[in-house]
C-alpha cells in the first residue's frame, strides 16, 4: 500500500511537472531595447537571446549599423501580421559595404517552442528554412502554424497602439501577399 502511493504520488509530480512546463511563461528577454520610429509611433522591442542567439545577434547588430534606417513595412496583414522589408531591398537610402555584407548573411532557422502569438517578432525567410536573412515580422495576432515553422527571437515590449494603426493602413492583395498602398519609414533608435 505504501508503494503504491508513493508511486501515485511520484507520477502525480511528474504529471504536475509537465503541466508548469506546458504552461511556463515566455522566455526572458535580455536587456537590450530597440525602438522603431515610424510615422505611426514608435515600437519598442526586446529580443530573446537564449532562444536564438544567432538570429539576435545579427539583428542588433543591423540594427547598430543603421541597416533598418529608412526601411519599411512592406506587408501588413491585419490580424496576422506588419512584416519590415529585407533590409538589402527596402532601404531607400544606400548602404555601406558593412551594412550591405552583414543584411545579405543568411541565418540557421533557430527553430523553438516559443509560440507565435500578437507581438511576437518572427524571422521572414523563404522556403529553405536556412535562408532568413533580414526581413522580419511583428505578429498582429495569434499564428500556431507558424510554430516551429519560422525562428521566434522577441517581441513588442511598447507600442501595441502602433502596430493597431498599422493594421488600419490600405492595402492591396498581391499574390499570398497584402501589400499596403503606402510604405512608411522605419528609423531606429537604439535604448541599450
Known amino acids: 500500500m505504501g508503494n503504491t502511493r508513493i508511486s ?3 507520477l502525480a509530480c511528474v504529471t504536475l511537472l509537465s503541466l508548469v512546463k506546458a504552461l511556463s511563461p515566455e522566455p526572458e528577454l535580455g536587456s537590450a531595447r530597440v525602438v522603431f520610429q515610424t510615422s505611426y509611433g514608435d515600437i519598442e522591442f526586446g529580443f530573446y537571446p537564449t532562444v536564438a542567439p544567432k538570429t539576435v545577434d545579427h539583428i542588433f547588430k543591423l540594427v547598430r549599423l543603421g541597416g533598418y534606417n529608412t526601411n519599411h513595412f512592406f506587408r501588413v496583414d491585419k ?3 506588419a512584416q519590415v522589408a529585407d533590409v538589402a ?8 559595404e558593412e551594412q550591405r555584407k552583414e543584411a545579405e548573411k543568411t541565418i540557421v532557422g533557430e527553430f523553438s517552442d516559443v509560440k507565435h502569438v500578437r507581438g511576437t517578432l518572427s524571422m521572414g525567410r523563404y522556403e529553405d528554412p536556412n535562408s532568413a536573412q533580414s526581413s522580419f515580422s511583428m505578429l498582429l495576432g495569434d499564428a500556431p502554424h507558424l510554430d516551429r515553422q519560422y525562428a521566434v527571437f ?21 499574390g499570398i501577399f497584402v501589400m499596403t498602398l503606402r510604405w512608411r519609414a522605419v528609423k531606429r533608435r537604439d535604448l541599450s
Open 79 to 81: 490580424g496576422f501580421v
Open 89 to 96: 531591398s527596402g532601404r531607400s537610402a544606400p548602404m555601406n
Open 154 to 174: 522577441g517581441k513588442v515590449t511598447k507600442g501595441d497602439e502602433t502596430l493597431r494603426k498599422l493594421e488600419e493602413v490600405p492595402t492591396r492583395r498581391e
Open 8 to 10: 501515485i504520488f511520484i
